[in-house]
């Protein structure tokens, strides 16, 4: 028979601590697992930490994104036409007829006693013109034009105006009751002629000097 041979007393007390020692480095890394779960894994208790304090940016939505995309296109259409509604309403303002008839519009303010086209007979008006005025007194010209197709003898002019006190005139004869006529030597007028006279009167603040006054032509 043969003898079994016998192991050595000291390689399985090696053995013995080896499995002892991983044992319990087993068990120091299930404890580690364990906490790191219980830090990092969300536990039911414990609350999310946030990776950076500040404000949350808050992105557009798809919709908003195609809104706000809708409202810049329209922006710039309208800004592109603009320039174009710009000319046409301007456009009106220039006017191709307008030239004449601000030439007629002036002619007619610089020559206001302009005279009458020629009538039939003896006919006259008188136009009257301010040349100054001071405190309460006035200073007028009056110009007696022939604007008929006879010659003048003489003539005669209304001077009877409202709140007008004539006190002195030249060129002229007082006939009573506002009624002034002409001298023997600028009483005759051929037609279109004019003979230049004129008064100083004391005037009420509420004075309207006509622009003409009412003329008797005699033949």
């Given at each position: 028979?043969?003898?079994?041979?016998?192991?050595?007393?000291?390689?399985?007390?090696?053995?013995g601590r080896?499995?002892?020692?991983?044992?319990?480095?087993s068990g120091v890394v299930a404890l580690i697992a364990m906490w790191q779960l219980g830090v990092f894994g969300g536990g039911a208790d414990r609350e999310p930490v946030s990776a950076v304090d500040g404000p949350t940016t808050a992105w557009p939505s798809a919709a908003e994104e195609s809104s706000s995309a809708a409202a810049v296109a329209e922006t710039a259409s309208s800004a592109l036409e603009t320039p174009s509604e710009s000319v046409s309403e301007a456009a009106p303002s220039e006017s191709?007829?307008?030239?004449?008839?601000?030439?007629?519009?002036?002619?007619?303010?610089?020559?206001?006693?302009e005279e009458e086209s020629s009538v039939e007979g003896a006919a006259c008006v008188a136009y009257l013109?301010?040349?100054?005025?001071?405190q309460?007194?006035?200073?007028?010209?009056?110009?007696v034009v022939n604007v008929g197709d006879?010659?003048?003898?003489?003539?005669?002019?209304?001077?009877?105006?409202?709140?007008?006190?004539?006190?002195?005139?030249?060129?002229?004869?007082?006939?009573?009751?506002?009624?002034?006529?002409?001298?023997?030597w600028n009483g005759?007028?051929?037609?279109?002629?004019?003979?230049?006279?004129?008064?100083?009167?004391?005037?009420?603040?509420?004075?309207?000097?006509?622009?003409?006054?009412?003329?008797?032509?005699?033949?």
């Open positions: 028979m043969h003898r079994s041979e016998a192991e050595p007393p000291g390689r399985g007390r090696l053995h080896l499995l002892q020692i991983l044992g319990a480095f191709p007829s307008g030239a004449p008839t601000t030439a007629a519009a002036s002619s007619d303010a610089e020559a206001p006693h013109s301010e040349d100054g005025s001071w309460d007194t006035v200073d007028v010209s009056v110009a006879e010659r003048l003898a003489s003539w005669e002019i209304d001077l009877d105006l409202d709140d007008v006190d004539i006190y002195h005139y030249w060129n002229m004869d007082d006939l009573g009751r506002g009624w002034f006529g002409s001298k023997s005759r007028l051929d037609p279109g002629e004019d003979a230049v006279t004129g008064f100083q009167a004391e005037v009420d603040g509420r004075y309207d000097l006509p622009d003409s006054v009412p003329c008797t032509a005699y033949e």
